[in-house]
């Protein structure tokens, strides 16, 4: 019986090979004119993107080369300075004891689980 269904498989088998609806794909190289000016074209916009990539990475290199770093200075000592002014503004407040505390300053609603909210965990 095995030997049966081993000689039915391969029968279908040759049989789809040698049947005219089953050919292989074949390949040909092209080397009609139209694919070749097709070709061409494509070579040439690959050409171009890649031109055109190159030309954009050079520009992106030299911002991030020569813009950047001044821009970053820049910023940092207009945040320095900023800071600073924040800070001589609170030299001339009185001291943190001496301020007066309103009602409306630290209000409790409900305890902290660490106690009465005026302290810190540590």
């Known amino acids: 019986m095995l030997r049966n269904a081993q ?3 391969a ?3 040759s049989f789809t090979r040698s049947s005219p609806r089953y050919r ?3 390949r040909f190289s092209s080397s009609s004119p139209s694919s070749e ?3 061409n074209s494509f070579i040439e916009e690959r050409k171009a993107v890649k031109e055109h990539a190159g030309k954009s990475a050079d520009l992106w290199r030299k911002l991030s080369l020569y813009v950047v770093p001044p ?3 820049i910023s940092g000592v207009n945040a320095y300075n900023l800071w600073t002014e924040h800070w001589e503004h609170w ?3 009185p001291p943190l004891e001496e301020r007066p505390e309103y009602p409306y300053q630290n ?3 409900k305890a902290y689980p660490w106690g009465d909210g005026d302290k810190t965990l540590l």
Request: with cysteine.
């Open 7 to 9: 000689l039915l498989r």
């Open 11 to 13: 029968s279908q088998r």
């Open 24 to 26: 292989p794909q074949k």
């Open 37 to 39: 000016t097709t070709g």
């Open 71 to 73: 821009c970053l200075i």
């Open 91 to 93: 030299e001339h407040l």
């Open 107 to 109: 209000i409790r609603a």
